[in-house]
Structure formats: C-alpha cells, structure tokens
C-alpha cells in the first residue's frame, strides 16, 4: 500500500497557554479528496500551517509526502505541493502570465506551464491583463493556476470557494474532479459544509483544537444517529390512536396544525415509520424527508462534547 | 545553503515593479534637479549666483542629500516585508520553495538595485551636466560624494527592512521608520550638541567624534567633510577631529557596517 500524502501524529500547538491545535492525529491517503472542517477558531488554519511548514508544532510529528516538514529535506517537497491560500493576495499591478512566472520560477516549475496553465482555469483570454482588474473570480482561479504550477501532487486548498458565484463553484469542483482522476490528492476547508460534503472523500471535524470526528460523511451521520426530519402533509387531523402509532417510531417535534405534522426519525426506524405512514393511506397527502447535513453533524458533536 | 536563483527573482520583481511605476525615474529626476539647482544658486544668499568650487558645492549637496536619502530609503523599505505579511502573500510565498533569508536578501537586492540606480543616474546626470564646467579634479570628489549618498541609501534601506520584519503591521513599520528617520538625522545631532555644551572640557567631550560613528547620517558627512582639507579649514575642524575621522576607507567601512548590521539582525529575527 502506499503511503499516505498526509500523517499527523498528536500534533500539538499552543500560543502562549491557548492550544490551538491540541492531539490531532490522522492520514490523509494517496489520492484522497479530504475535507476539513469546523467552526471559526477550531483550529482549522493553524493545523494547514503546519501541514505546510509555515509553523512549527509544540509536539508531534508531521509529515507531508513521506517527510517532515521540520528540517531541511522539507524545501524539495514544496515544489510537489501546491498551496491555494484562504486570503489571496496577488500583486495588482502583474498581469496574470507574468504573476504565473513569477511564481514559477519561486517553485522551480517549467515557464512553459504557464499559458497552459491559463488556459486550464479559463484566463487565457486575460492573460496580458493587470491582476488589479480581474475579478474576485478570476483571481480564485489565477491562485489555483499557481497552486497547479509544477504539477503537484498534493494540494491544500483553504476555503478554496470563498466569495464565488455558484456557477464559478461549480466550475471549481469540476476541475477538482479533473486533478483527482490525474491522482492527484487534496485536502480542503470550508466553512460551508453542505458545499463539501458531497464531494470528499472523508472529513475531519475540529472542535476547539481536537479532532471531533473523522470518517466518510455516511459513517458520521450514522455514528451521529442523527434523526432523519419528516414532514407529513395530513388531509385530516390524525386521530390520537394515529399520533400514537407514529409517535412509536419518532417522536412527534411539533403538534399538528394547518395540516403539517412534524417527526425527528432515528435512521434505523425509517423504513418502519413509512410503512405506518403508508398505512394512513388518503388521510395522508405528501411526505418529505429531510437527511441530516454534515452541518448538523457537527451541531450535533457540538451539543454531545463539552 | 543560499538558492541564487530565488534571490534574484524576487530581486528582479521588486527592481522591475519600482521601474515601472516609475519610482526609479521620479526619484532620479528629484536627485538630478536638486542637484543642478544647489551647484547654480547655492550661494544665493551670499549674493551671487552661478557655480562655486566643487568643495562647497558638495558641502551644500550633503546638507540636503543627508535629509533626503534616508527618508526616500527608508520609505521604499518599510514595506518589504510588513506588506507581503499585511496582504497575506507571505504565506504565500513562504509556502514555496523559497528561505525567509532568501526572500529577504532579494527584497533587499531588489530595492536596493532601485535606489543605487536612482542615486547613480540622478547625480550621475548631474554630473554629466556640471562636468564641462569643473576642473577633473573636482569630478572626482564629486564621484565620492555620489558614492558616500549611495552607501548612505543602502544603509536606511538595511534599517528600513529591519523595520519590516520586526513591525507587526504597516502602520507601525511607518510609523518606525518615520522616527528612526527624525532620530538619526535631527535628533542625534542634537543630542551630542547638547552633550558637549553640557560637557565641553570633561571627558565626554573627547568622546564625541566616536559618538558620531554610530549614525550612518554623521559618518556621510564625515566621509564627505572632513576629508577634505578645505572644508576642514572652512568650517574650522582642522583641530578637533582626531585623525580616524578624516580616513575615507575606515569611514566608508563603518558606513558599510550599516549596510550588513541591521541587515544581519533582520535576518536572524525574520522567523
């Protein structure tokens, strides 16, 4: 088996008495799509600081493509890796071509990447044009050219989606799923959950510097057990005998008015609880089910841990 | 191990962006002018006008120069490294393949390959300009004096990147070099004046020339003054200064000193 891209060992990082990173331990494997996610100050940047060598842990050990990101043999792999910053700053008075060269030649990348590389994210066209004129969007995109320089195996992408347009988003993912089937691995932030979810491959949740949860987002739903949202539409008010019935199976959230009826579901008692709806028959006119997102997930360890 | 390859790329963006917003033509312009005007109306106020001798000429160039090169180094530097971190683009950076003492030697070789051609073009073109009607002997003090403003530049922009790496934010990196500024071209002087009226006759008054090495503004006018022995005669120092003070090369070296110590100390806290 390969190694992984990715190997935290009781990572530990304090400023002063705060720890902002405290025991976080996992792998990241060869051509995962691996998100990373939890509230503002959990601990999500200081951890990608570390995994890119701009800061050092208090303890633990962590190695990137095989190697430690203390010492010297550290600087080769940062020409393998490729770094998308949350807050991109690039310098408006480049054009796009001459920002691409200029990092280029910083990470020892062929200058001939760059118009291909333009292309790729879709700025040829603005090439020869001041980075200061582009538009959030295409400066997103002119970071992560310069985040592909060097063909890397291995990006870190922080809230690679920030401030983009849906359409934009979508082409984001589009070309990340283009990198992932040339086996290139990744890790991402984001604070929006709903947005990663469906796209990596497993998640790390941090809460307060320690690692809440880690596991595909299927295993952490079900390990959360978090209780599917039903909402029935009832043609006629249900009889107590009916409430009851249901009730068995999910506990009733909100009495019935107007003709809605509100159940919280565990996951395992779905299937019981629509054959009883099913049973109602006429009286019951729409169901709507509602799957817990990865953010209550995270609400949920939110509520258990203290 | 030093990678050349990435000093001299971050070197050449830094000299490329000054060129071409044009600080290094602004900033020769403003050299050459000063300079062509001190040389015709510097002895305005004594009732004439035209050229002088060189040594007074000079004289007069170095009052203005020591003012107007630390604060333009230390302007151009103080955002070198405070800015990237400000703008998050150090990060960035620092993400590549790249030292911090990389990043900074090239943001310094940069800027100072701006300012050098800045000083050598503007009182070059002077020069040029004043040299058809000086004596050749003349052209080489003035020579000197063009070498002592730009081992001065290089020595504020040395204090200037020090700013940078130690100032957390750009409003106190400015607000640094604007006092590092008022301190070594007003303040000092003033100090050690106040010094010697106070002390004239005891033993701190012997120690005052020695005090006067420790600003790279005083050594430049050292370097440009006392060397000559006119000037000596002129402002009435033949007698005061020991003989140190008056050796170009040792005072050339100590304003070199400058150049690498506060280069060296931001090389060591930039971490």
Redesign the interface.
Known sequence: MNPPVIELHQVERRFGTLAAVDGVSFRVERGELFGLTGHNGAGKSTLFKMMLGLLEPSAGSVRVLGTPTRGAAFRAVRRRIGYLPEQLALYDNLSGAETLAYFARLKGAKLQQVVPLLDKVGLAHAAQRRVGTYSKGMRQRLGLAQALLGDPQLLFLDEPTNGLDPEAIHAFYQLLSELRAQGVSMILTSHILAEIQQRVDRVAILKAGKLAALGTVQSLREAAALPLGVTLSTSRPLTTDELARLDRHAPLRQAADAGQLQLACPPLAKMALLAEVAALGAAVRDVRLAEPSLEDVILGYAGVTP | ?IDL??IR??AA?EFR?RL??RWVLAVSAVFTLFALVIAYFGAAQQGEVGLRGIEVTIASLVSLVIYLIPLIALLLGFDAIVG?RE???L?????????RAELLLGKYSGLAAALSMATLAGFGLAGVLLATRLPFAALYHYAGFMLSALLLGLAFLSLALLVSVLCGDRTRASGAAIALWFFFVLVFDLLLLGLLVIQGDGPAGSLLPWLMLLNPADLFRALNMFGSDELRAFYGLGSVLPDLMTQPLLLGGLLTGWIVAPLAVALWRFR
């Open positions: 191990m390859v990435a790329t971050v963006k962006d071409r917003n990237e703008r998050g683009s990060e960035l950076l620092l993400s590549l393949p790249i030292s």
